[in-house]
């Protein structure tokens, strides 16, 4: 004798945001892979979705195409590489940190190195990169004020730059991940260039913290 079976319940408002969302960070998070290794005009939609388990026209309807998943990935992905040089710690364990941070975060640190070659999105292709762009812009210079703070603290010699130090030290902490070859050639062929992060965070720890100027009447040495 055949049963019946129970009417299938309509998913739920918040039950289909739910799914909504998950499959939204599936997508990002092949896109982060994708566009790391590709950049913006290497990446494939395709290669994406079929990463993120979803059918393409999936990355149209949740992020308006191949720019606006680019945006939503540097939403999500730089806010993981901000640098905070919070005044309760020292400059140089912030620097040592960062380093590990962009080891963790190696796709969206090389995603930016694409960015600084040229390979992004052309100006005007989606209006919400331009506003991003403005937002970093604000929140970087409001890093350099710290550092300034920092630098009337004595943290730094008077005749350093904020700026010039800033830029610096992001180019230093994530020297690992963009420069694995020249890694190799400084430490040898077999060198395994995803262990380097923890001991030059070590070596960048030093290296700032004897940046730090000596008290007034101090002894310099």
Do not use: C
């Amino acid at each position: 004798m055949a049963t019946e079976r129970s009417p299938r319940r309509a998913p739920r408002d918040d039950e289909r945001r739910r799914d909504s969302g998950r499959t939204r960070e599936r997508i990002i998070n092949a896109a982060v892979g994708e566009f790391g290794a590709h950049g913006y005009s290497g990446a494939r939609v395709t290669r994406i979705a079929q990463a993120a388990g979803v059918n393409a026209q999936l990355i149209s309807y949740h992020f308006d195409g191949k720019a606006g998943l680019y945006q939503a990935v540097l939403e999500r992905g730089t806010g993981d590489l901000d640098f905070l040089p919070a005044p309760d710690r020292p400059l140089s364990e912030v620097a040592a940190d960062y380093v590990r941070t962009t080891a963790r975060n190696a796709d969206t640190t090389r995603l930016l190195a694409w960015e600084g070659l040229g390979n992004a999105p052309e100006r005007g292709e989606h209006d919400g990169i331009e506003r991003y762009g403005q937002d970093r812009t604000a929140f970087t210079h409001g890093i350099v004020e710290q550092l300034r703070e920092r630098q009337a603290r004595g943290e730094f010699p008077a005749d350093l730059d904020p700026r010039h130090l800033l830029l610096a030290l992001f180019a230093m902490t994530s020297a690992p991940v963009l420069l694995p070859q020249v890694a190799r050639q400084i430490f040898g062929p077999d060198t395994d260039t995803t262990a380097l992060p923890e001991d030059f965070a070590e070596q960048i720890r030093r290296l700032i913290g004897h940046l730090a100027a000596p008290p007034p009447g101090g002894n310099p040495n």
